[in-house]
Nanobody, 115 residues
Framework: QVQLVESGGGLVQPGGSLTLSCAASGFTFSSATMSWYRQAPGKEREWVAFSTSVGGRTSYADSVKGRFTISRDNAKSTVYLQMNSLKPEDTAVYYC????????WGQGTQVTVSS
């Protein structure tokens, strides 16, 4: 079955960096467009970035453009989210999603940006 396992979250000071990982299994990773989403307390889940399966095209939400970078390693079936210049408003649970079939979500990893 499809499994997505996020890791790499934690507490970081404003201006700091974190790299999230999402390890996938149960499907052909190289054929799937992968996305990152986040959900802050009391807010709806919002899209952050995606990486397409063909051509490796990437796109970002305006709120993270220039600070976050999505990448993927098809040999490891893993998608990453490098987050730089973190702000308190980036505090959220971060989820990866595989865009195939009905869509599959990981369990999320908490990122807290605070001094």
């Amino acid at each position: 079955q499809v499994q997505l396992v996020e890791s790499g979250g934690g507490l970081v000071q404003p201006g700091g960096s974190l790299t999230l990982s999402c390890a996938a299994s149960g499907f052909t990773f190289s054929s799937a467009t992968m996305s990152w989403y986040r959900q802050a307390p009391g807010k709806e889940r919002e899209w952050v970035a995606f990486s397409t399966s063909v051509g490796g095209r990437t796109s970002y939400a305006d709120s993270v453009k220039g600070r976050f970078t999505i990448s993927r390693d098809n040999a490891k079936s893993t998608v990453y989210l490098q987050m730089n210049s973190l702000k308190p408003e980036d505090t959220a649970v971060y989820y990866c999603k595989a865009l195939l079939g009905p869509g599959y979500w990981g369990q999320g990893t908490q990122v807290t940006v605070s001094s």
